[in-house]
């Protein structure tokens, strides 16, 4: 079996795939993959065809991205409840380059020699209504429409489904055959809930120009109770670090449960070999407490979206803040975090311990921090304060930060100005 093939199905990447696609990609081959860009900004979620992407080209196949200006506006019933708000032109325009900057961001310059960039407003404004339906829509049967499980859902839905959205799938599958005939694209990807589009793309194609293509979906990033991962009770969990910092980002995927780790690990770490995989899977089991894969998740993801310098100073203060261990974290490594996390600002040093603790309102009250001095429940900068003494300015890491802990959870940093 072609090895991209079997790699991807070593990792449960696979869920479906039409029959013949061994054989098309053993050979270069051309693959297509579409973002319609209603935002301008990918999610988590994206990282799964992103990620594909990245081992497509590694195997040798060109690449297509489809940016779908087009169809952004029809709106994919595929996992929605309800139809999409019509988009703005200038709206979409502007979420087009976003999307293709941050995309482009994602590979290497060698990785974006094997990719070609298109947008299917390109063909679609060229084309009239009555052309559509007289020489696209007249392949398509509507009972055998009505069957798809994306359909079905909305038409037993209190919302039902409009003419507009019904009409998505015929536009995607000629996304796919006007692909196939320009650039001899004969593959395309995406997420488990695109089957039924890709099926339709397949068949047109072979209507229209009398050519096989072929179809290859993956699971959904999404948690073992079947919801969405990244949709959190704070918001989306961006890509971009002006929706969602980098800080936040990591943070998401050290918090995964053991579970969902386990769940996405393979399917993410393609730094990883299927054995080295497993080995992780097994320690971590062991060591529990350690939230090996979390931690891996976290640094891998982090990394390859916000840069290797910017993960490091987040996973160094991370470190710091919430496990008390400070190793080499610098300024820079704490500043870069501030912003997420409980901070106050003193330009008064000159305080004890004590008294530092009700100026910052961590407690109400004198004597409840020297009552938690005593119980040790106090930490600074990772040190037990056993009494109360006078904060210095060398206890400031750099002359600049100070970490205080209360019990096991709660954190302040201070910064002095």
């Known amino acids: 079996m072609n090895s991209l093939i079997s790699e991807l199905q070593k990792r449960g ?47 040798g196949h060109e690449i297509i991205i489809l940016l779908g200006s087009a169809t ?21 325009t502007k979420n087009t380059l976003a999307l293709q900057n941050q995309i482009k961001s994602f590979f290497s310059e060698s990785e974006l020699t094997n990719i070609r960039f298109v947008n299917n407003l390109d063909w679609f404004s060229g084309i009239s209504f009555i052309d559509f339906l007289s020489n696209i829509g007249r392949h398509f049967k509507v009972n055998q429409m009505l069957m798809k499980d994306s359909v079905k859902r909305r ?18 599958a000629f996304d796919f055959a006007h692909l196939s005939n320009i650039f001899d694209c004969g593959v395309q990807i995406g997420g488990s809930d695109q089957w039924g589009n890709i099926v339709s793309g397949i068949d047109l194609t072979k209507k229209l120009h009398n050519k096989e293509v072929h179809g290859l979906t993956f699971p959904l990033l999404t948690k ?41 690990l393979p399917w993410l770490s393609f730094d990883l070999s299927v054995e080295e995989i497993n080995v992780l899977i097994e320690n971590s089991k062991k060591e529990s ?17 916000h840069g290797e310098q910017v993960s490091n100073s987040i996973e160094s203060a991370s470190k710091a803040m919430f496990e008390n261990e400070f190793g080499q974290t610098c300024i820079k490594d704490f500043l870069l975090i501030k912003d997420q996390v409980p901070h106050e600002f003193i330009n008064d040093c000159e305080l004890t311990i004590v008294d530092l603790l009700v100026k910052v309102g961590m407690l109400t009250s004198k004597s409840d921090a020297r009552r938690l001095i005593v119980q040790n429940a106090i930490k600074i900068n990772g040190q037990t304060e056993k009494e109360d003494r006078l904060i210095k300015i060398e206890d ?22």
């Open 13 to 59: 990447l696979i869920s479906n795939f039409s029959e013949g696609i061994e054989s098309k990609l053993k050979n270069k081959s051309t693959i297509f993959v579409g973002f319609d860009p209603t935002g301008d900004s990918l999610h988590i979620g994206s990282l799964m065809p992103l990620l594909l992407t990245k081992q497509c080209i590694k195997h």
């Open 72 to 92: 952004a506006n029809i709106g994919d019933p595929s996992g929605k409840s309800k139809e999409r708000n019509i988009l703005d032109p200038l709206f979409v």
């Open 155 to 172: 038409l037993n839905s209190e919302e039902g489904i409009s003419f507009t959205e019904f009409s998505y799938s015929l536009m995607q």
């Open 224 to 264: 073992s109770d079947g919801s969405k991962m990244g949709k959190t009770e704070s918001g989306t969990i961006w890509l971009n670090p002006e929706k969602t910092s980098p800080f936040e980002f990591f943070q998401f995927w050290l918090n995964l449960t053991d579970v969902d780790a386990i769940r996405v």
């Open 289 to 305: 407490n350690r939230r090996l894969i979390q931690r891996h998740l976290a640094k891998l993801m982090t990394t390859m979206i």
């Open 396 to 417: 400031f890491i750099g002359k600049k930060i100070l970490i205080i802990a209360k019990g096991k959870k709660e954190r302040l940093m201070i910064i002095r100005t």
